[in-house]
């Protein structure tokens, strides 16, 4: 099938393979975290609280990680942050199993976590076309976002299980085994790994930084959606990360397995888009397809603020896995097929923190309202907010006409 046609490249199959395994831990720890939280705290301010703590450090250091990106070896980087962020979520383990996990250690290890997180990202997206063809990224991306997707289908079951029957820490524990199955996947390709951009042209760290934001700006098809991402992030943040746990138990009277079936049904809608666009060595009219779908999203946050049953409230959930997806394969393709190499890891980490720069925001509102106004009507006004905005963002005739 053309959609597997990236992992005929021996380099690309055990990167991506290293990545399923962490995914598939990410999403055991997701939902194990967020149960804990809630029923140690019962606040949706420290629910929010544990999510600035990890995006703050990651928004401030991904500038420089994007310029480290470009100037040292991206395979080396990547291995480097799994060793690092399997260690961190194995000490919350251990903590948690000897019982002396508190909310301040998981502000700590986020925060941490954060940092360190902000070297990885844009490593791993400037690395995956250096071990793959041009003519498999579509391929490539599409199974990176397809082996994520299925691994949030089966990761939170399993995770709301776990929480169910032996507690959080078992689930905190297999996280940290995953970045360790991902660590040794990258050893064998080490050996490709290549500093992207001889340290003789080298402008400085701001002079690199310069020509990141200067290659950004000179593009309206890259401002614009960064610009339209970091605003909408504040919508989309408060409902999707802050009160979807509250509107679970506290609204639909519902327990932990409804939260990982919409985390599953989400990833599964997910999966369906990846396999769909991984058939497709190209995509046109990217524009209409990308700001469509994003535009969708907020239509199905706003719906699930409604006084829908919890059916209705998954069929939400997996609509939102497949426009979430759409959107980000067009987003993903379009930067690794139109950005020069040497700059993709700056590219990124400018997106990245333009994108993401509000998210603290988001989160520390979207804990605020939740108190204030209910989790239900977070997510109505959060929705309608974003899908408003996205039709701004699709009425610039640069963003529409882009192919």
């Known amino acids: 099938m ?13 990167l991506w393979t290293g990545q399923t395994a962490s995914r598939l831990g990410d999403s055991l720890y997701q939902i194990a975290l967020a149960w804990w939280v809630l029923e140690k705290t019962g606040s949706s301010v420290a629910m929010g609280a544990v999510l600035v703590f990890n995006t703050v ?7 420089v990680g994007g310029v480290m990106v470009d100037r040292f070896p991206r395979l080396w980087l990547m291995l480097i942050s799994d060793l690092t962020r399997g260690l961190l979520v194995t000490l919350m383990s251990v903590l948690a199993f000897a019982g002396w996990l508190e909310i301040w250690h998981v502000y700590a290890i986020s925060f941490i976590f954060g940092c360190v997180d902000a070297f990885f990202q844009p490593a791993y997206r400037a690395a995956v076309p250096e071990v793959t063809p041009t003519e498999a990224l579509t391929s490539a991306n599409s199974l990176t976002s397809l082996s994520g997707e299925l691994s949030g289908i089966i990761g939170p079951a399993i995770g709301a299980g776990i929480v169910k029957l032996g507690g959080s820490p078992f689930a905190f524990a297999s996280n940290g085994a995953s970045f360790l199955i991902s660590g040794l996947c990258l050893l064998p390709i080490l050996k490709l790994a290549t500093s992207p951009r001889p340290q003789e042209v080298s402008q400085g760290v701001m002079g690199d930084l310069r020509e990141g934001l200067g ?10 959606a960064i610009v339209i991402a970091g605003i909408s992030n504040i919508t989309y943040a408060g409902p999707m990360g802050v009160a979807l746990p509250f509107l679970i138990k506290d ?6 397995s409804v939260l990982g079936w ?28 990308l700001y469509g779908a994003w535009m969708l999203v907020g239509v199905l946050v706003c719906a699930i603020g409604l006084p829908i049953k919890v059916p209705g409230i998954l069929m939400a959930a997996f609509g939102i896995g497949v426009f979430n997806t759409i ?9 690794q097929e139109y950005v020069p190499r040497d700059l993709l890891g700056r590219v990124s980490s400018v997106d990245y923190i333009g994108s993401y720069l509000l998210l603290p925001v988001g989160y520390a509102v979207g804990g605020w309202a939740t108190q204030q106004l209910g989790p239900a009507l977070v997510f109505v006004i959060g929705g309608a907010l974003q899908a408003t905005l996205i039709a701004l963002g699709l009425s610039h005739p640069r963003v529409r006409n882009f192919d």
């Open 57 to 63: 450090p990651m928004l401030f250091f991904l500038l």
């Open 2 to 14: 053309s959609l597997f046609r990236a992992l005929r490249h021996r380099s690309f199959a055990l």
């Open 251 to 256: 609204h639909l009277k519902a327990d932990v």
């Open 327 to 335: 959107l980000g394969l067009i987003w993903t393709n379009s930067l």
């Open 215 to 224: 290659t950004v700006l000179a593009s309206p098809w890259l401002w614009v």
């Open 262 to 289: 919409f985390y599953s049904l989400s990833s599964l809608g997910a999966v369906l888009a990846a396999v769909w666009l991984g058939r497709f060595p190209r995509i046109r009219r990217r524009g209409l397809k």
